[in-house]
């Protein structure tokens, strides 16, 4: 299981910038993206293997990160039984699993069905708040960690 992408957005509405390695803080997330300071929300992941299965859906390719989400994973797939379960990425950083990311209206703007495509099965990714601060790059191993 690998972390393939990161991506911070600049202001609330910002687009994402997509960045190949960062920093992690308990009180902000990943330093300069404009979410990180939400308790509940400070990091969202994104399953590289749920975005394949959503873009077959609505047959068109679109970048992960118009998803607006901070990291794309390969390997793991998300649903009920991951909240409360933690993330080890690098081998420094650890994430605990808080809840579903939710695909919001702004989804409808990138494809009219992409809502509708990220909705079963968590394919919309999680929200993680950050236990252990650190640093991530492109590459780094990710594991569920016990």
């Known amino acids: 299981m690998e972390l393939n992408g990161i991506a911070i957005r600049i202001a609330p509405r910002a687009e994402m910038t997509l960045i ?3 920093t992690v803080d308990t009180h902000e997330g990943i330093i300069e993206d404009a979410r990180g300071k939400s308790k509940r929300r400070q990091i969202t992941i994104l399953s590289e293997d749920d975005w394949s299965q959503v873009q077959e859906n609505i047959g068109q390719d679109i970048h ?5 989400a ?5 390997g793991l ?3 009920p039984e991951s909240v409360g379960k933690r993330l080890l ?3 420094q950083v650890l994430l605990e699993v808080i809840m579903e990311c939710d695909p919001c209206h702004r989804m409808d703007s990138v494809h009219p069905k992409l809502r509708e495509a990220l909705t079963p099965d ?4 999680i929200c993680c708040k950050v236990i252990k601060p650190g640093k ?3 590459g780094s191993k990710v594991i569920w960690h016990d």
């Open 70 to 74: 901070n990291l794309l994973v390969k």
């Open 77 to 79: 797939r998300f649903g």
């Open 20 to 22: 190949d390695e960062c």
């Open 89 to 91: 990425i690098n081998d």
């Open 64 to 68: 992960w990160s118009k998803r607006r």
């Open 122 to 125: 968590w394919r919309g990714g």
């Open 136 to 138: 991530l790059s492109v």
